[in-house]
C-alpha cells in the first residue's frame, strides 16, 4: 500500500545523516527505493550501502547542494527516468548561531537557497510529476524556531516560516490531486549537525528527540497534514509559540537559543 501511493521511488533531500538518514532507512523498509542527495559523498554512499544491505531496495546517491541555483538541472540529470512519488526534504538546519549583522551575506545566502530556493525548485519539479499521476507524498521537515523569530537565527528562523506557508499551501491545492502533503515540525534532535555546532543538548532542561523518533512520526501523520509537531512536548511547546503575543513568542524562542550555547 505505502510503496503503491508512494514509490517506486521516494527522493530524500540530505539524507547522508540524522533525521533525513532515517526516513531513507524507513522508507526503504516499506520497500520503496531511496535516492538520496547530500554534499558530502562518503556518508551518502555508507548511508546507502547499508540500505541496500538491510532493505534489498535500490539506492541511488546524488552529491549536489540544494542551494545550487541549478538545482533542478542537476536533480533531473541525477534522477534520470526514475518515478519519483515521494519527496522528503530535511535538509536545511543552521551551521552557526551568530547576530544577523555580523554574519557575511554570502552566508546568509546559502541558508535561504537551501531553505527557501531549493525547497520551491525542487517542490516545482517534482511536484508537477506527482500531480500528473495523481499520487505522491511530500514531506518537509521544518523546525519549532519557524513559529516565531530567535536570537542568533534571523534568516534560519524566517527560511523555517516560508517553508511552512509554502508546504501548508500545497497540502491544500495538492490534496485533490490525491497527493499527501506535511509539514513536520521537529524540536531539539541529538543529530550529528547539532553536534557539529557544539550545540549544548544536556543540562539545558529542553528534551531531545533522536532522529528515528522524528522520521517515525512524520511517516506515521503523513495523512494528518497540514502539519505536524513531532514530540508531544514540543506540540505543547507550540502552543505557547503561536500565540499572537508576538512579544511574548520571541522572548521565548531567543532564550532558548541563548541557553544552549
Ligand atoms: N537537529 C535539530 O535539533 C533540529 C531542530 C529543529 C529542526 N531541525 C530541522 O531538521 C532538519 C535536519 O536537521 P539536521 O540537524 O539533521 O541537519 P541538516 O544539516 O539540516 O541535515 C543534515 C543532512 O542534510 C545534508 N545537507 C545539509 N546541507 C545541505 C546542502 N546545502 N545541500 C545538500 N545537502 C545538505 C547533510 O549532508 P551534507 O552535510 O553532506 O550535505 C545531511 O545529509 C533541518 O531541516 C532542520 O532545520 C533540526
New binding site residues.
Given amino acids: 500500500m505505502f510503496a503503491e501511493q508512494y514509490g517506486p521511488w521516494a527522493l530524500i ?9 532515517g526516513f531513507a532507512r524507513k522508507i526503504a523498509a516499506h520497500g520503496v527505493n531511496v535516492m ?6 562518503q ?2 554512499e555508507e548511508v546507502a550501502q547499508q540500505i541496500r544491505q538491510t532493505a534489498g531496495v535500490q539506492v541511488r546517491t546524488a ?6 541555483p541549478d538545482l533542478t538541472e542537476r536533480v533531473r540529470a541525477a534522477a534520470g527516468d526514475i518515478e519519483i512519488g515521494m519527496v522528503v ?7 552557526k548561531m551568530v547576530p544577523f549583522l555580523d554574519r557575511p551575506l554570502d552566508e546568509l545566502m ?1 541558508v535561504i ?3 527557501v530556493t ?1 525547497l520551491t525548485m525542487l517542490l516545482h519539479e517534482l511536484g508537477a510529476k506527482m500531480r500528473a499521476r495523481r499520487r505522491g507524498g511530500i514531506i ?6 519557524g513559529f516565531a523569530g530567535g536570537s542568533r537565527m534571523a534568516v ?1 528562523t524566517a527560511g ?1 516560516a516560508y ?1 511552512q506557508m509554502l508546504t501548508e499551501t500545497l497540502w491544500w491545492e495538492l490534496r485533490p490531486h490525491g497527493i499527501d502533503v506535511l509539514m513536520l ?10 553536534a557539529r555546532m557544539g ?1 549544548k ?1 544536556e543540562g539545558t532542561g529542553q528534551p ?2 533522536e ?1 528515528d523518533e ?1 522520521a517515525q512520526e512524520g511517516l506515521d501523520n503523513l495523512k494528518n497534514g497540514p502539519t505536524w509537531v513531532a514530540g508531544a512536548h514540543n506540540r505543547e511547546a507550540a502552543k505557547f509559540m503561536c500565540t499572537a503575543d508576538r512579544r511574548a513568542a520571541v522572548e521565548m524562542v531567543s532564550s532558548g537559543a541563548d541557553s544552549m550555547g
Fill in positions: 533531500a540530505g539524507g547522508s545523516e540524522g533525521i533525513g538518514a538520496l542527495i547530500a554534499r558530502k559523498p556518508p551518502l552529491s549536489i547542494d540544494l542551494s545550487t526534504y530535511n535538509a536545511g538546519a543552521e551551521s546559502r537557497g537551501v531553505n531549493g518537509v521537515v521544518g523546525s519549532m524556531a534560519y523555517k517553508e515540525i521537529a524540536g531539539t534532535t541529538r543529530t550529528p549537525a547539532m550545540i543538548l531531545v528527540m532522529p522524528v
